[in-house]
């Protein structure tokens, strides 16, 4: 990623023998492509995945909601039903079919874009879900963003300060507590922020409220979700920072005595983009199953509450595969997104050898 080259190094093979010989890896040689070619080959490999694995959640949503406990037809029939009324209840709602009838009505109702009538509200699931899906894509992304962001200015400070073991004590107390706070579940974060923020100083709403901006009953939430993320983000980066930092070409830079902004915006950014990026699709994953414990607690109209509502009052199973399909979903596609952006930052992330 640099752009500063050791051009002095004569080890290396002369240019015309580069030409003549193709790269060999044991006696097989390198497949090499165009950048134009690699884009292509990836966006196909990574399309491919994301089908592979759609297909693969919607067969999960299926199977998951057999291990909920509970029986959907008592629970809709309430506890003065008697068993003749359970049973005509489980009829109505295909409940007594063998389980591969089931799945094979499920599979069908799905391909057309149907995920069944809510057993709760009596309405198609995906319009439940479609009503909470773009309360939990705000919160999401925007702690994606947050976290990213700061986690990369802040490991990025901590590891230009501490170069060359510099302010060991800095060093040591941003480790102790990134360590301590990346491990506090955000749960509980989310119940500490509550009591400092809306208890205590109150600043901001409790909870959800139409009596609040949408803004001021989001940004709770949204640092519940993040300041575990910021300080994951941050450890990596610093780690990262003090190696690349040591590297030729950054000393080089030094020697140049190049600006500031020049040395660390254009040498040593992109490097850390880089693995920042990388961490962050790991994170995301563990973020978003964050989110549905979080809104819980912030009583944040997403796709949580409606995921907690269904499991503990009614096992409504349209709304709950609904709702696990369209989170895995934005998994997926918030972590194409990211590898597609590293790709654009650093095209050896598409993984395959150009000539």
């Known amino acids: ?30 497949k090499a492509s165009g950048l134009g070619g690699a884009w292509r080959n990836f966006l196909v490999r990574r399309l491919i995945g994301l089908v592979t694995n759609i297909v693969l959640l919607v067969f999960v949503t299926f199977f998951i909601v057999q291990l909920i406990p509970g029986d959907p037809a008592s629970a809709i029939a309430g506890e003065d039903a008697s068993q003749v009324e359970v049973d005509q209840i489980r009829v109505e709602l295909g409940l007594d079919q063998p389980i591969l009838v089931q799945l094979g009505n499920y599979l069908a109702q799905v391909a057309q874009g149907d995920f069944g009538i809510s057993f709760q509200y009596g309405v198609p699931a995906t319009t439940i879900v479609g009503a909470a899906a773009p309360y939990t894509i705000s919160i999401a992304f925007i702690a994606l963003i ?15 300060i501490t170069r060359g073991d510099r ?14 706070v990346s491990s506090i579940p955000a749960y509980v974060q989310a119940t ?3 009591a400092v923020f809306a208890v205590w100083l109150a600043l901001l709403p409790p909870a959800y409220s139409p009596a609040y901006s949408p803004i001021e009953s989001a ?10 993320g910021i300080a994951s983000v941050a450890r990596i980066v610093r780690r990262e920072a003090s190696v690349i930092l040591e590297q030729d070409y950054m000393r080089t830079a030094r020697g140049w005595r190049l600006p ?13 983009l ?15 199953g964050s989110t549905l414990i979080v809104e819980a607690v912030f009583a944040w109209p997403g796709l949580g509450s409606v995921v907690v509502q269904a499991i503990s009052e009614y096992k409504d199973y349209p709304v709950i595969r609904a709702a696990v399909f369209v989170i895995g ?6 972590t194409l997104v990211i590898d597609i952006v590293l790709g654009l930052i650093d095209p050896r992330t598409l993984g395959e050898t150009r000539g």
């Open 146 to 160: 947050v976290f990213l962001t700061l986690g990369l200015a802040l490991g990025m400070t901590v590891g230009i």
């Open 274 to 288: 880089t693995t920042a990026l990388t961490l962050s699709g790991i994170i995301l994953t563990a973020l978003l």
């Open 260 to 272: 500031s902004a020049t040395l660390y915006a254009k040498h040593m950014l992109p490097n850390l």
């Open 219 to 228: 940004v709770l939430p949204i640092a519940a979700l993040s300041i575990g």
């Open 329 to 334: 979903t934005i998994s997926l596609v918030f």
């Open 1 to 30: 990623m640099s752009t500063i080259v050791d051009k002095s190094d004569d080890s290396s093979p002369s240019s015309n023998d580069a030409v003549s010989r193709p790269e060999m890896v044991g006696s097989q040689p390198v």
């Open 192 to 194: 500490i922020l509550v």
């Open 167 to 180: 302010h060991r004590w800095l060093d040591h107390t941003f480790n102790i507590g990134a360590g301590t």
